[in-house]
């Protein structure tokens, strides 16, 4: 158990709709990450907050958005949902606020994200 | 454009062997590496790394050797037993934020 919690653990939803996928970090951890994992893909970065502000962005769409509150949980926000959104969607926490620390992220179990 | 490539989708081992597995990078900003693991069900967990200053990172069954001129990244388990069955991804960071690789998927057969 990383100590890092998301849920849901499985999300099934219709093309069009909207949803949010919650994180909790460890206790301690500053830093979220958000990543999609697609089939026969590796693990893409999207975003990255750092005690409530926005770190990184890496390869997110538009359509998508992210936020960390100030107990820290973290919530990605998902609209106008299309077949190829469906994928895992992991979430990582780590104590500093980006790599050149070179801390490693611990990773949630994921939510499986499936567009209809 | 996939900056970490891992080129072997899967490999498989006897128990007692040795693993290999293999990433090469095609950023020559990328100065950290890491090695995580990934039980079906279940996150990454990490398992190894290394600084672009050193050439090898040994922690216990697991070593890993960085190859910069070649851009090559192993990671070597000696002696592979059945539990190290997962799927292994690697990822390199230049600083920002990390890249990873498609992952391979080791099977080591009892």
Not at chain 1, 8 to 26: D, E, F, M, N, W
Not at chain 2, 53 to 73: C, P, Q, Y
Request: proline fraction near 5%.
């Amino acid at each position: 158990d990383s100590g890092v919690t998301q849920t849901p653990k499985h999300l099934i939803t219709a093309t069009g709709q909207r949803v949010t996928l919650r994180c909790s970090p460890r206790s301690g951890d500053l830093s979220v990450y958000w990543y999609q994992q697609s089939l026969d893909q590796g693990l893409q970065f999207l975003i990255q907050y750092y005690n409530g502000e926005e770190r990184a962005k890496g390869n997110i769409l538009e359509r998508f958005s992210a936020q960390q509150f100030p107990d820290l949980h973290s919530e990605l926000n998902l609209s106008s949902l299309e077949l190829g959104d469906s994928a895992l969607y992991f979430c990582a926490s780590s104590v500093v606020s980006s790599g050149a620390s070179y801390n490693e992220q611990f990773f949630g179990p994921g939510t499986r994200l499936t567009v209809l | 454009d996939q900056q970490v490539k891992q080129n072997s989708p899967s490999l498989s081992v006897q128990e007692g062997r040795i693993s290999i597995l293999n990433c090469d990078y095609t950023n020559s900003m990328f100065d950290y590496f890491l090695w995580y693991k990934k039980y079906p069900a279940e996150g990454p967990t990490f398992l190894i790394s290394i600084s672009s200053i050193k050439d090898k990172n040994e922690d216990g069954r697991f070593t890993v050797f960085l190859n910069k001129s070649a851009k090559h990244l192993s990671l070597h388990i000696v002696p592979s037993q059945p539990g190290d069955s997962a799927v292994y991804f690697c990822a390199a960071s230049p600083g920002n934020q990390f890249y990873f690789g498609t992952g391979t998927s080791l099977t080591v057969i009892p």
